[in-house]
Each structure stands twice: as C-alpha cells, then as structure tokens.
C-alpha cells in the first residue's frame, strides 16, 4: 500500500473498524440542473429526501422511497430494480450503463437509468478510499494541487473496465489530516463531460469519517472549477454504520 492510501484510509477510521462494517445508510437528498438537464423522472428525483443504503460488502445500493413514495429502487452493477412496497417489481433494467452510454445526447433518462447512476456514485463516494483496495485497482500519487493555499495531495487512480464509476481514470485529492477533499474526474454517462466534485463537513460515526456535503461544478481545462457552473448538490444527515453481527 503506497503511503498516502494508507495515510488516507487511517484518517477515514482505518481498515479494522472499516472491516466490521456490513453497510452504511444516510438521509439522502440532490438537486441541480445535471438532474434537471436528464428529463422528467431525473427532476422528480430531486423532490424528496431518501434514505439511502450502501452496501459494503458487493456492489448494492437501496433507496426508499425512490421517485414515489410508495416504490423502492435496487441498484446493482448489472440491473437496477424498482419495486412497490411489498416486493412487486414494477421496473428492470439489465446492462443500465451500456444503454446510457449509448443514448443519444438529450434524451430523457427513465427512472432505471436514475437509479443506476446514484445508485453507483453513492457505493462509490461510501465506500472510498477503501475500495482502492480492491483487486485490480491501481494507484499511484501525482503532483498535488493548491487549493486557497493549502497543498492537496493527489492521487490517481485507474478502475479496471467492469468497475462501475464515473470514469476509469480519476484523481483524488487529500487535505494535511488525510481526509478526501475533491475529486476530479470526466462523466462517462454523460457523455465525458469534465468535473470537479468539492467533499465537505466529514462527520464521524462510530470511529469512521463520511462526508455529508457535496458540489459538484463544471471543470475547465486548467482544472480549475466554473463555480458559477454547479451541477450536482447533495445532502447527507443521520448517516449510520451498521456492522456485520447486526441483522
């Protein structure tokens, strides 16, 4: 383990209390035209707070309720699911990443294809940085970038092709304690747009770090952020750790 993953992981609550825990759920709520710009279904999705449930032992997120009070979608890499209250599924879709990357740029998103991508970003911002363990995975640390006078160090890192995430190739940046601060990173699903997504107000939670604010704005090509350009808001409260013993 290179010196700044393992810095990073012990600032987040350290491999040990991170191996105890089974999933990780929090009050979840978005907004921002990069909802509003996907059509119809994406804008109702920013409407309602969820709670939403991460999974840290597979890749499976859960959020309830999801676009109608009464329906609960199911996010796994190769098929989202949404389902009524009492388990009757009312919409599938296999394979959701190759039919968004595949759309044809301003068609609306259906409400399978919105649950693909947050149910992937939030596995994904959960579970770093310890999912840079993962097989396959590969890191290494790049120059660091200047924010307001601090000195981030950076990391980039390379996802194997079947690893859901925004992108293969991403850069994550760290503040002096270890904590992530950013990232930067282009939207495959989006058709490459470029990003820099800000990571703020860490809260701990039985000895782990989690975020609960995050920005994501438009990235120019000196990679400095368009702040007048915020796509993503989200919002996280009441997160919880639940470890493995628990059922």
């Not at 383990?1 to 009050?27: F, N, Y």
């Not at 760290?174 to 997504?197: C, I, P, W």
């Not at 939670?205 to 000196?222: N, P």
Request: proline fraction near 6%; aromatic fraction near 12%.
């Amino acid at each position: 383990m290179i010196e700044l993953l393992k810095k990073a992981i012990d600032a987040h609550g350290g491999l040990d209390r991170w191996s105890q825990v089974d999933r990780v759920s929090a009050t979840f709520k978005a907004a921002g035209v990069g909802f509003v710009q996907r059509g119809p279904v994406a804008e109702a999705f920013t409407k309602q707070a969820m709670k939403a449930t991460i999974y840290t032992r597979e890749q499976r997120s859960t959020f309830e309720p999801f676009i109608a009070s009464d329906q609960r979608g199911v996010y796994e890499p190769s098929r989202t699911l949404i389902e009524k209250s009492g388990g009757r599924p009312i919409a599938v879709l296999d394979h959701p990443r190759d039919s968004l990357v595949n759309m044809i740029p301003g068609t609306p998103w259906s409400a399978p294809q919105v649950l693909y991508f947050i149910g992937y970003s939030l596995w994904m911002y959960f579970t770093l940085p310890y999912s840079f363990l993962l097989d396959d995975v590969k890191c290494e640390e790049v120059e660091p970038w200047i924010e307001n006078g601090e000195s981030w160090r950076a990391l980039k890192v390379t996802y194997p092709p079947t690893f859901p995430s925004h992108s293969p190739e991403q850069i994550h940046y760290f503040d002096e304690k270890g904590l992530m601060r950013r990232q930067d990173y282009t939207v495959d699903v989006r058709q490459n747009l470029s990003t820099a997504h800000y990571i703020d107000d860490h809260v701990k939670v039985d000895g782990l770090w989690f975020a609960t604010k995050r920005r994501i704005y438009v990235r120019g090509q000196d990679g400095v952020p368009l702040f007048d350009k915020l796509l993503i808001a989200a919002d996280f409260s009441d997160v919880t750790v639940h470890k493995s013993s628990e059922e």
